[in-house]
């Protein structure tokens, strides 16, 4: 340990000596005060180099410029308001780097403010958590600036260019309500979440309208293959009529397949809370089967077990079979990576507890910011799936000769 950080640790120890908790992270406790100072000293040290002198100094003298006392301005940071003494030059050309002019909120607080926003708190809820723990006085107003400031980053990431190939595209929607054309409405927000070559998963786009339908995924689609991407080998939908033809459109190639997690999720809306864990299991012996003909005897035994309860379960699958049998042409390596992710369901529980907290939006873009932020919060944990060396394999043995194309033409 250098002699500086032994005389750096030593002062802290001082310092702190016999201070509560509340001495040093309260309201006017000691980080408050260290963050006055140390802005403060910082602006001073920031003035003596634009001026090219010490304070005091006889080269001042004559130099055209030289300081003139200090402006009061009041900043919210991490530690609650705190009034600053900014220095000032004669001639009126400093302007501080560490606090800009008309800065009025320190490095922190935006993010604060942000990040509470994207955990579904509302602006009355956010106002009051920073008054109670930090003791600012913000208002409405500003709290929508921040957060608006979020917009400009929404429209850069929805525009942004994707990756030549997708394994694996998930596409779904939510049901939103918010204002339109001056009253509430249910619409819907379309997700579409790619599976790239390394296994990550990425969020494609955001989009709204006021109901789901093949037309509008045609649009979805084209502005996916606009931002770069080539080729989709495997696309995972809804059982949304013409939802199949929309995608063979734009990807005549790629291999549409019936959600499973979707199929899960609906059959279990059935089923009592008791039971559920029951019905899952067994559902999943029949999309777990070896092959098409196993999966229907496991479909037939579930019959047999719940009919009496749930027929139509067992209606759901036979009626959306079409769209599930093709899997079984897939080895397991392949099945596993597209349906073991559970990708579209924890995104959409996340989504869901982060929007219940609202009635509804004031308009689309409040909705979108909102949703944008809880999915990047939702992407920072997200991890490939497991085993996805062997799964690729197996994709470059399905798919060698596209994966190839799609890779070549986006450059890599």
């Not at 927000?189 to 309208?209: C, D, N, P, R, Y």
């Not at 789901?212 to 059982?239: F, S, Y």
């Not at 199929?263 to 089967?289: C, F, G, Q, T």
């Amino acid at each position: 340990m250098s002699e500086q950080t032994n005389g750096l640790n030593a002062a802290l120890d001082e310092l702190l000596k016999g201070k509560k908790t509340e001495e040093i992270v309260g309201p006017n406790g000691l980080l408050k005060q260290l963050t006055k100072a140390l802005l403060e000293r910082a602006m001073n040290a920031e003035l003596t180099h634009h001026l090219g002198y010490e304070k005091g100094q006889a080269e001042g003298r004559g130099s055209g410029n030289n300081r003139n006392g200090t402006s009061r301005k009041t900043v919210q940071g991490d530690f609650g308001s705190t009034e600053i003494a900014v220095p000032r030059d004669r001639n009126g050309s400093f302007e501080p780097q560490i606090l800009p002019k008309h800065e009025r909120r320190w490095t922190g607080f935006d993010d604060k403010i942000i990040s509470m926003y994207a955990r579904g708190m509302s602006t009355r809820d956010i106002e009051g958590h920073l008054r109670e723990i930090y003791g600012v006085e913000v208002s409405a107003t500003l709290i929508s600036q921040v957060t608006e400031e979020v917009m400009d980053e929404v429209r850069a990431w929805q525009s942004r260019p994707l990756e030549p190939l997708y394994m694996v595209v998930y596409l779904d929607a939510l049901v939103v309500k918010m204002r339109h054309e001056g009253r509430v409405e249910n619409r819907a927000v379309f997700v579409a979440i790619g599976v790239t070559m390394e296994g990550a998963k990425e969020v494609l786009g955001l989009w709204t309208s006021a109901t789901e339908g093949a037309k509008l995924w045609l649009q979805i689609l084209t502005e996916i293959r606009n931002r770069g991407v080539a080729d989709i080998l495997v696309a995972c939908v809804d059982g949304l009529k013409g939802f199949t033809e929309a995608i063979s459109t734009v990807y005549p190639r790629t291999e549409v397949l019936l959600c499973i997690v979707h199929m899960v999720r609906n059959s279990l809306a059935y089923v009592n809370w008791k039971e559920r864990k029951a019905v899952a299991e067994d559902l999943r012996s029949i999309y777990r089967a070896p092959t098409a003909e196993a999966g229907m005897a496991a479909l037939a035994s579930f019959e047999e077990r719940w009919n009496n309860k749930y027929a139509a379960i067992g209606k759901l699958w036979r009626r959306h079979w079409a769209g599930i049998s093709p899997q079984f042409a897939y080895p397991e390596e392949i099945r596993r990576a597209i349906y073991t992710t559970n990708v579209v369901e924890s995104l959409h529980m996340t989504l869901r507890k982060v929007i219940k907290t609202r009635a509804s939006f004031p308009n689309e873009e409040s909705a979108l910011k909102l949703l944008y932020l809880a999915l990047r919060n939702i992407a920072q944990r997200w991890r490939p799936a497991p085993n996805w060396r062997r799964s690729l394999n197996h994709f470059l043995l399905f798919w060698g000769e596209r994966i190839e194309a799609a890779t070549a033409r986006g450059g890599r």
